[in-house]
């Protein structure tokens, strides 16, 4: 009932910059938060940035200062301008929507994911 769309994924040369979009479409009631994790092979799946509905935003440690999360709430779009791309920064990114629905339950909905790769 929720789709998640990603955009903006590529190969880019470390040092360079790529903005991924994330437009959240379907029966949305309200989207309490957006975010971004990510997963390189062999890795667990970790947070990158997230932002609520209400602007606060958290950055993982190894991206704070490169990254910036930001929402478009009439949208219900979501982009991470990546900065100062790394090597490290090589994974899959996939777009997560905390969706909260009429009976107040919570649900996690996924995007299909978009490869970032960064050379060297």
């Known amino acids: 009932q929720v789709q998640l769309v990603e955009s903006g994924g590529g190969l880019v040369q470390a040092g360079g910059s790529v903005r991924l979009s994330c437009e959240a479409s379907?029966?949305?009631?309200?989207?309490?938060?957006m975010g971004w994790y990510r997963q390189a092979p062999g890795k667990q799946r970790e947070l990158v940035a997230r932002?609520?509905?209400?602007?606060?935003?958290y950055y993982a440690d190894s991206v704070k200062g490169r990254f910036t999360i930001s929402r478009d709430n009439a949208k219900n779009t979501v982009y991470l301008q990546m900065n100062s791309l790394k090597p490290e920064d090589t994974a899959v990114y996939y777009c997560?929507?905390?969706?909260?629905?009429?009976?107040?339950?919570?649900?996690?909905?996924w995007g299909q994911g978009t490869q970032v790769t960064v050379s060297s």
């Open positions: 997560n929507a905390v969706v909260r629905h009429h009976d107040l339950s919570t649900r996690n909905y």
């Open positions: 379907g029966s949305i009631f309200r989207i309490d938060a």
């Open positions: 932002i609520t509905s209400d602007g606060s935003s």
